[in-house]
């Protein structure tokens, strides 16, 4: 082959061929999207706006959540990029309550997952975005413990956390459309 002369499929290193199209069976976009979902929880959980609504943070790393495990369609991503990020969080000191902080990020990624696994769901990916809502849940886990560390009995929180429970349950919903909506937008961009 002269050096004017384009490499035919034979003449490229076959790892070349593979590289743009997988890493260990994850398409590149999926990849790149867990790294952005780290990062993105890292610094959400770093920047806490005081807006006094309970859950809204969740509509950021949830959707991202949603999107990594709908562009990567394969369990076990997801819990991955949960690990990781739990994994960052505690690393660098940034998540304020240590482990109980970052249990959310991976209860939720491995619900996604979970969910990710039913046959309807792969069938209908906006499922995944319906179901992101009682997901969302999950991040209670942080102020349901602290309160019962001090004394509060369950009984007596759950009156007040109707409201809270509620607005988790629609940050959820929206973080879920959310995702779906960037991983179509993800999974349809021009390669």
């Known amino acids: 082959m002269t050096s004017i ?7 490229v290193a076959p790892w070349r061929l593979r590289a743009a199209h997988a890493v260990d069976g ?3 976009r999926a990849v790149l999207l867990g790294l952005v979902t780290v990062v993105a929880i890292a610094v959400q959980a770093e920047l806490r706006l005081p807006t006094g609504v309970p859950g809204h943070r969740g509509v950021l790393w949830l959707g991202l959540l949603v999107a990594t495990a709908l562009t990567a369609r394969r369990a076990g991503v997801t819990t991955a990029v949960g690990l990781a990020s739990a994994g960052v969080l505690l690393g660098t000191g940034i998540g304020p309550n240590g ?5 959310p990020y991976v209860l939720a990624a ?7 696994l039913a046959g309807v769901v792969r069938r209908h990916p906006v499922l995944l975005a319906v179901l992101a809502a009682p997901i969302h849940l999950v991040a209670l886990v942080v102020p349901l413990t602290r ?3 001090v004394g509060v ?4 929180m759950l009156p007040g956390m109707t409201t809270v429970i509620a607005l988790h349950v629609l940050f959820g919903l929206g973080a879920g459309l959310a995702g779906w909506g960037l991983s179509r937008a993800v999974t349809r961009a021009p390669r």
């Open 5 to 11: 002369e384009s490499p035919g499929p034979r003449d």
């Open 26 to 28: 994850v398409g590149m």
């Open 99 to 103: 482990v109980l902080g970052v249990a």
């Open 110 to 116: 491995a619900a996604v997952d979970a969910v990710l």
């Open 147 to 149: 309160s019962l560390r």
């Open 153 to 156: 009995t369950l009984p007596a």
